[in-house]
Nanobody, 118 residues
């Protein structure tokens, strides 16, 4: 079991910023790919969409809808991945989930709600 703990969600006004954190347990964090996904609340039929990924070596990749506004990063010494979100829009409102990939296995956090008011 490789639990993940997300933090940093909440309510923010449009145009504001917020940083999410995802802390993993264990000693293999530096070998893990990390990612952030999101799912709009109240719409369980909608699949989680990719927001950003970062490789073990630190190479990021972003969904087109957040490119230029969001930044994914990692601190291997703290076993933590981050998602810095700037210029937030109401359509960014969602439950944000952290995902860790290790040896072909995916582990998910429980999610943290981000609400952007207009």
């Amino acid at each position: 079991q490789v639990p993940l703990a997300e933090s940093g969600g909440g309510l923010v006004q449009a145009g504001g910023s917020m940083r999410l954190s995802c802390t993993a347990s264990g000693s293999t964090f530096s070998y893990s790919g990390m990612g952030w996904y999101r799912q709009a609340p109240g719409d369980p039929g909608k699949q989680r969409e990719l927001v950003a990924l970062i490789t073990p070596g630190g190479t990021p990749n972003y969904a087109g809808s957040v490119k230029g506004r969001f930044t994914i990063s990692r601190d291997n010494a703290k076993n933590t991945a981050y998602l810095q979100m700037n210029n937030l829009k109401p359509e960014d409102t969602a439950v944000y989930y952290c995902r860790r990939s290790l040896n072909g296995i995916y582990y998910w956090g429980k999610g943290t709600l981000v609400t952007v008011s207009s």
